[in-house]
């Protein structure tokens, strides 16, 4: 994929917005010789993000924007553009990018979502599967387009669901799976 140049790790930006469980994994991931990204960069929308705590650290450089509008979004892109930001990785984040946003970064946005889309778009994805009595549910990650969760899907991971599962011992089960799933999505949409 064009994404992947020469034997250069891609400098990659995880966006945040709460625990940063996924940045932690994908830091992590980063560090292995054979990963394929360096994360060059953490940005979150909200300044309370337990996340940014990775950023210090582990030395690296963290933004806060809030993204509320046409220009502090601006903000973020020249900021991602100057820095040669060639991959972002939504995890957690809870803002809607804008089409504008995508167009700058198309097909180098990835984001991870807690179901196995295209069930379940939006918020509340395992009371809605648990409430529709479903055996499985999971997790997607998939590039970003300007549709909410619609974007190509790169990877999945599934998670049976008990009779006794609630939303909360799902959403556990399912991270612990998210954090597999992201790094290996990542190699894959760059073999593509
Ligand atoms: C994850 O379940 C992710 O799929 C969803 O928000 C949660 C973020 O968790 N979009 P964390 O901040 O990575 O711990």
Do not use: W
Request: aromatic share 6%.
């Amino acid at each position: 994929m064009a994404l992947l140049t020469g034997f250069n790790k891609i400098n990659t930006a995880i966006f945040i917005s709460g625990t940063g469980s996924n940045l932690k994994s994908l830091i992590k991931f980063s560090k292995l010789k054979k990963s394929p990204i360096t994360i060059g960069m953490i940005i979150s929308n909200n300044p309370k993000s337990k996340g940014l705590k990775y950023a210090k650290i582990n030395k690296i450089k963290k933004k806060v924007f809030n993204f509320n509008s046409t220009k502090s979004e601006k903000k973020v892109i020249n900021k991602l553009k100057k820095d040669n930001i060639n991959l972002i990785c939504l995890a957690g984040f809870m803002k809607i990018l804008s089409k504008e946003f995508i167009k700058n970064f198309n097909g180098k946005i990835l984001n991870i979502h807690p179901s196995l889309l295209p069930k379940y778009k939006g918020l509340n994805t395992h009371v809605k599967a648990i409430k529709n009595k479903d055996k499985y549910s999971g997790c997607t990650v998939h590039l970003v387009n300007s549709k909410l969760d619609s974007g190509k899907i790169i990877d999945q991971k599934k998670v049976r669901i008990n009779k006794l599962d609630t939303p909360e011992t799902l959403a556990k089960k399912i991270l612990v799976q998210e954090h597999k799933l992201y790094p290996e999505a990542i190699i894959k949409l760059l073999n593509l």
